[in-house]
């Protein structure tokens, strides 16, 4: 049942990627770790897999239209290739536990929603498709104030691609702004742009994390199957539902998301601490026997 579950809102995320260009990251790792019951490490492997693949069939129409800067995706792309395989192995290290993973995974979930609801706000007003296009670029993303943007771009990139290796979160609520202010990129030139980006973010990512960590390749396989059929369906809705005017709905959806793993985080910390407290108090007894013999006296 709850295979079938997880498969079913699997093909939510691509939904999600075909009407407003992002969310797959976001959603997958909650589905993984709560409803298939993968492990967080694992799980953030497998996400840099399945939301890489769905972008890379996402990328494709953008090719074709010449809506890829690959000029500018190198430049952004290498550094947040490098963050990416950074941040998996960074991921490795013992003070990086699963609860540290899915609390930053969290905060980047709350942030990327308080992102999306701005951006509806500031774009409510109706707009021809070029025009809505131009008021995101000048209203929502001010013009930066920098002599060196190129400098700040790369930088962005490697804090972004840290992330992505980090938690698993792909970045493309940074990545287009970015692009947008500081590479001075028309708008529908960064979208393209950012699934390149994130497709080879993905693959440093999960290269980080290769050999580190176990994964289910027929889980993978089955996810990216059903994500891509939900693309599709996603891009075929995109021509009778304005998936802009979709994103302050979405964005409520992952504060409500952030929420329940907050929560669930925050529970299974607790647990930890209660399992940690009654194995401390085993290791006390068996090293105090005749104490502990007294206390029952």
């Known amino acids: 049942m709850m295979w079938i579950l997880g498969h079913i809102l699997a093909t939510g995320i691509g939904i999600s990627l075909g009407l ?52 500018k995706a190198f430049i952004f792309g290498s550094a947040t290739m490098l963050g990416a395989f950074l941040g998996a192995k960074i991921a490795g290290l013992p003070f990086v536990t699963d609860n540290l993973q899915m609390l930053l995974f969290a905060i980047m979930m709350l ?64 990545i287009v702004p970015a692009l947008v202010i500081l590479g ?29 960590v176990d994964l289910d390749w027929n889980l993978i396989g089955s996810f990216v199957i059903a994500a891509s059929l939900g693309s599709f369906f996603g891009a075929y809705l995109s021509q009778f539902i304005d998936g802009k005017k979709l994103q302050k709905y979405f964005g409520y959806f992952l504060i409500a998301v952030a929420a ?26 068996i090293l105090n026997p005749v104490q502990t013999a007294q206390r029952y006296l």
Request: glycine share 12%; aromatic share 8%; hydrophobic share 45%.
């Open 20 to 71: 407003i260009g992002g969310g797959g990251s976001v959603l997958a790792l909650p589905i993984l770790v709560y409803v298939m019951g993968v492990p967080t490490k694992p799980a953030i492997a497998m996400t840099l897999v399945i939301v890489g693949t769905v972008s890379l069939i996402g990328l494709i129409p953008h090719w074709k239209k010449g809506n890829i800067n690959f000029k």
């Open 111 to 174: 942030v990327a929603a308080s992102l999306m609801i701005k951006r509806s706000l500031k774009n409510s007003t109706k707009l021809s498709s070029e025009d809505h296009l131009e008021n995101i670029k000048t209203e929502v993303y001010q013009p930066p104030v920098c002599k060196y943007c190129w400098l700040w771009l790369l930088t962005e990139g490697l804090g972004v691609g840290i992330l992505t290796g980090l938690v698993g979160v792909g970045g493309g609520f940074a």
């Open 184 to 212: 001075k990129t028309p708008m529908k030139e960064a979208i393209g742009t950012s699934l390149l980006i994130l497709v080879v973010n993905a693959i440093s990512g999960f290269l980080g994390y290769l050999g580190q």
């Open 260 to 285: 329940f793993v907050l929560f669930q985080n925050q529970s299974q910390s607790a647990s930890q601490r209660k399992k940690s407290a009654l194995n401390w108090q085993d290791k006390v007894t």
